[in-house]
């Protein structure tokens, strides 16, 4: 069988160490997975609640159209209905946008380590990625501008960036936005939008009314639970989402999702929780990295980059041995570092000591 060209040789995502395959190989009776920037406190009550109550409805299709989630997340962005696009996850999304724009005749830009679908997906399409290295962890908008020509279609900005856990601010977007040709796509990528605290973060939503090249994509995978649920959603101007639909595939959300994200959408004091518990798990981070002196980014998401001076996949799988599955820098654009996401205060203390022994033996 004869498949496109770009996809030979091109690696598959790689998800983290299932738990259970690391229990296995080194004989572990518990294992703590800090890899995938899951939520260490689960997912809201309401949210479970809905599941159970919609299972006598397994064998009927999902709504197509997301009708309900759909209004929910209008009423709270403020925006029209008309204005989103559901996918089975954000990375859906970002998989629609490039189906939709890319070809091999255009060019994407994003930065450089940052997160890798942009890239996948537009080789899959056969398009030119363009990528700018970040600049002290930050993207280089100044650089990405420079890249940008009458062939350019979709330019990607991952606000908070992974894996850096860096942001770019509202006055440095605003700026460059205004910059964007207004036939070339701007995407805002906020997974990690829920756990922000820096004022000068962009509040996007209201920059829709001013830019129909803008798209903001969230997620329900992170701050509210639902990773294996697999919905987020893209927000932009309604006549481009209409263009864009037929690249969707259909029933492309479930049933479960739907309910689960309606319901937790309605309990923001678990994501105020998270969020505040989430600040205090990076505290302990940046006091071991400062007792240690160890490089990092302060992080605006559920996770944090250090650089530990020593190859990457040594320190990967030192820990992975102890029970801690991470993320390697190596494969993340940082090859001295480890991007560990942020688990409770018990897990925290537990891969903290763990580290410090590695930098002391």
């Known amino acids: 069988m004869k498949v496109k060209q770009q996809l030979i040789g091109l690696p598959p995502y790689k998800p983290g160490k299932p738990i259970e395959e690391v229990k296995k190989q080194f004989g572990l009776a518990e294992v703590i997975k ?3 920037n899951e939520n260490p406190f ?35 962005l403020k925006v029209k209905e008309d204005q989103l ?69 979709i330019v990607w900005v991952c606000n908070p960036n992974n894996p850096s856990g860096t942001y770019v601010s509202a006055e440095k977007f605003k700026e460059f936005i205004a910059r964007v040709p207004k036939d070339v796509l701007v995407v805002s990528d906020e997974a990690y939008y829920e756990y922000v605290v820096a004022e000068d973060y962009p509040e996007t939503i209201p920059l829709l009314k001013e830019y129909e090249n803008l798209m903001v994509l969230r997620t329900f995978s992170k701050a509210y639970g639902l990773a294996s649920l697999r919905i987020g959603y893209g927000v932009g101007n309604p006549q481009f989402i209409e263009k864009i639909e037929p690249a969707r595939e259909p029933f492309n959300t479930s049933l479960l999702a739907q309910v689960a994200a309606s319901a937790a959408l309605g309990d923001q004091q678990f994501i105020s929780s998270c969020k505040s518990q989430n600040r205090e798990g990076l505290e302990q981070f940046y006091s071991f990295c400062n007792e240690y002196k160890l490089d990092y980014y ?12 020593k190859p990457g996949n040594d320190s990967f799988n030192y820990l992975l041995a102890r029970g ?23 897990q925290n203390d537990a891969i903290i000591e763990e580290l410090k022994n590695f930098l002391n033996s």
């Open 34 to 36: 800090l890899a995938s």
């Open 42 to 76: 689960g997912c809201s009550k309401f949210a479970k609640q809905a599941i159970s109550e919609a299972l006598d409805n397994l064998a009927i299709y999902p709504d197509g159209y997301a009708a309900t989630i759909r209004t929910d997340v209008a009423n709270v």
């Open 85 to 153: 696009i559901f996918g089975n996850g954000s990375d859906e999304i970002i998989q629609i946008l490039c189906r939709a724009l890319l070809s091999p005749e255009t060019n994407t830009v994003c930065a450089v380590p940052s997160f890798p679908q942009y890239k996948h997906n537009a080789v899959i399409e056969g398009a030119e990625v363009r990528e700018v290295t970040l600049i002290n962890g930050v993207h280089d908008l100044e650089g990405m501008l420079a890249q940008i020509d009458e062939n350019t279609r």
């Open 298 to 309: 302060p992080s605006q998401g559920n996770f944090i980059l250090i650089d530990l001076k």
């Open 324 to 346: 801690f599955i991470v993320r390697s820098g190596e494969a993340l654009g940082f090859p001295t570092s480890l991007r560990i996401t942020v688990g409770n205060a018990r």
